[in-house]
């Protein structure tokens, strides 16, 4: 059974940083054989696409939305991923989820994604 279990979620003010975490645990999860990614859900939207970093960390994926903003990393020793977030404006207020894929394209498409965690709040006030 794998686990993904998301960290560091709060409240910060807009224009602030925060950052987020998942550590990802399971007898037979091969976590350095996997995409990370980060999808984050405001209420009443959808779903929608934030980072993802490759196998080996040396691709990274972002929404235009956070590009030049957002950095993923990820420590494959430690079995977790990070998402740092600068710059962060309201719409960024949303459940951030971490998930996991072996997909090597269309890292964007959530329904790639075999596994996710049960997310952690970011709320960015004004």
């Known amino acids: 059974q794998v686990q993904l279990v998301e960290s560091g979620g709060g409240l910060v003010q807009a224009g602030g940083s925060l950052r987020v975490s998942c550590a990802a645990s399971?007898?037979?999860?091969?976590?350095?054989?996997?995409?990370m990614g980060w999808f984050r859900q405001a209420p009443e939207k959808e779903r929608e696409f934030v980072a993802a970093i490759s196998w080996l960390g040396g691709r990274t994926v972002y929404a235009d939305s956070v590009q030049g903003r957002f950095s993923i990393s990820r420590v494959n020793d430690e079995n977790t991923i990070n998402l740092e977030m600068n710059s962060l404006k309201r719409e960024g207020t949303a459940v951030y989820y971490c998930?996991?894929?072996?997909?090597?394209?269309?890292?964007?498409?959530?329904?790639?994604?075999?596994?996710w965690g049960q997310g952690t709040q970011v709320s960015v006030s004004s």
């Open positions: 399971g007898r037979t999860f091969s976590f350095s054989r996997y995409t």
């Open positions: 998930s996991a894929t072996r997909a090597l394209t269309r890292l964007d498409d959530a329904a790639l994604y075999e596994f």
